[in-house]
T-cell receptor, first 118, second 110 residues
Framework: GAVVSQHPSWVICKSGTSVKIECRSL??????MFWYRQFPKQSLMLMAT?????????EQGVEKDKFLINHASLTLSTLTVTSAHPEDSSFYIC??????????????FGPGTRLTVL | KQEVTQIPAALSVPEGENLVLNCSFT??????LQWFRQDPGKGLTSLLL?????REQTSGRLNASLDKSSGRSTLYIAASQPGDSATYLC?????????FGTGTSLTVIP
């Protein structure tokens, strides 16, 4: 089956530093990837849609200059949390849509990255 | 905008009980509905995907039903086990985006 990986699985950083999270589709190509954020005891909220070769589309209320997204290839999207602060501590999950199959139902989710900002 | 709600938010049952988790959504123009399991601090495990043309889908002790016209889905878990303890999320893809419910936190007591 289709597999999506995320790296790192967890990261702890100091306030003010930047953190990069990678999302990879391992056995399929993904023109579109999605980044979600999940705060403790809450559901997943879509942050942005990452499109290969073009700018990401951010959801309302998500700062594009703070959460930089790069989707440079059909198998890799990166989310960089710039100048991270404690309130950015969260669980970040990506998903990837299989380019070979149409429709949002063919998204596959990564295992998530736990970010803790001290 | 699609809104997905899950009831109850938390549920605690003794081992062996059958239980039902509920999910409702506001926009019935959906491709399908998925149920996921999430263990604490972990990612999502897909449990069942029920297509919009289907009424139910079964996998082992799990059975999901879908009533698209009323905007509802239920996840039935038979003979619950302590290993079933987790948060269960329903999600509805609308357009190119998944909308997640708020989740039901299930605890099965041995």
């Amino acid at each position: 089956g289709a597999v999506v990986s995320q790296h790192p699985s967890w990261v702890i950083c100091k306030s003010g530093t930047s953190v990069k999270i990678e999302c990879r589709s391992l056995d399929f190509q993904a023109t579109t990837m999605f980044w979600y954020r999940q705060f403790p005891k809450q559901s997943l909220m879509l942050m942005a849609t990452s499109n290969e070769g073009s700018k990401a589309t951010y959801e309302q209320g998500v700062e594009k200059d703070k959460f930089l997204i790069n989707h440079a290839s059909l198998t890799l999207s990166t989310l960089t949390v710039t100048s991270a602060h404690p309130e950015d501590s969260s669980f970040y999950i990506c998903s990837a849509a299989d380019s070979g199959r149409a429709g949002a139902d063919t998204q596959y989710f990564g295992p998530g990255t736990r970010l803790t900002v001290l | 905008k699609q809104e997905v709600t899950q009831i109850p938010a938390a549920l605690s049952v003794p081992e062996g009980e059958n239980l039902v988790l509920n999910c409702s959504f506001t926009d019935s123009a959906i491709y399908n509905l998925q149920w996921f399991r999430q263990d604490p601090g972990k990612g999502l495990t897909s449990l069942l995907l029920i297509q919009s043309s289907q009424r139910e889908q079964t996998s082992g002790r799990l059975n999901a039903s879908l009533d698209k016209s009323s905007g509802r889905s239920t996840l039935y878990i038979a003979a619950s086990q302590p290993g079933d303890s987790a948060t269960y999320l329903c999600a509805v893809p609308t357009g190119n985006q998944f909308y997640f419910g708020t989740g039901t936190s299930l605890t099965v007591i041995p």
